[in-house]
């Protein structure tokens, strides 16, 4: 079993940045591509982004490329995620992931963290 654990999340204002943090234990002796679903009240949980085991291969979704950067430790299974020009519509619970492969899980990757707030005032 793998654990996932994220810190970072809280109150900013529209404009400002948050930098959210994930940091595995247990089973870390895989390699496991790592990533960031978001989920706001409403809606369904997205992908915001995610990045591969050695780091070359990243993908972001339309509504937040150009603004979130998504970067590991290199040979860790530690993932970030820098939030700049923050919206109000990017509020919403952060969850950090980890699958062998996250192009392959889709939308149900293998470990999920317990989710992190973060909310954008206007």
């Known amino acids: 079993q793998v654990q996932l654990v994220e810190s970072g999340g809280g109150l900013v204002q529209a404009g400002g940045s948050l930098r959210l943090s994930c940091a595995a234990s247990?089973?870390?002796?895989?390699?496991?591509?790592m990533g960031w679903f978001r989920q706001a009240p409403g809606k369904e949980r997205e992908l915001v982004a995610r990045?591969?085991?050695?780091?070359?291969?990243?993908y972001y979704s339309d509504s937040v490329k150009g603004r979130f950067t998504v970067s590991r430790e290199k040979g860790k299974n530690t993932v970030y995620l820098q939030m700049n020009s923050l919206k109000p519509e990017d509020t919403a619970v952060y969850y950090c992931?980890?699958?062998?492969?996250?192009?392959?899980?889709?939308?149900?990757?293998?470990?999920w963290g317990q989710g992190t707030q973060v909310t954008v005032s206007s």
């Open positions: 247990g089973r870390t002796s895989s390699r496991y591509d």
């Open positions: 990045i591969s085991w050695s780091g070359r291969s990243t």
């Open positions: 992931c980890a699958d062998r492969s996250l192009v392959r899980a889709g939308v149900s990757p293998d470990y």
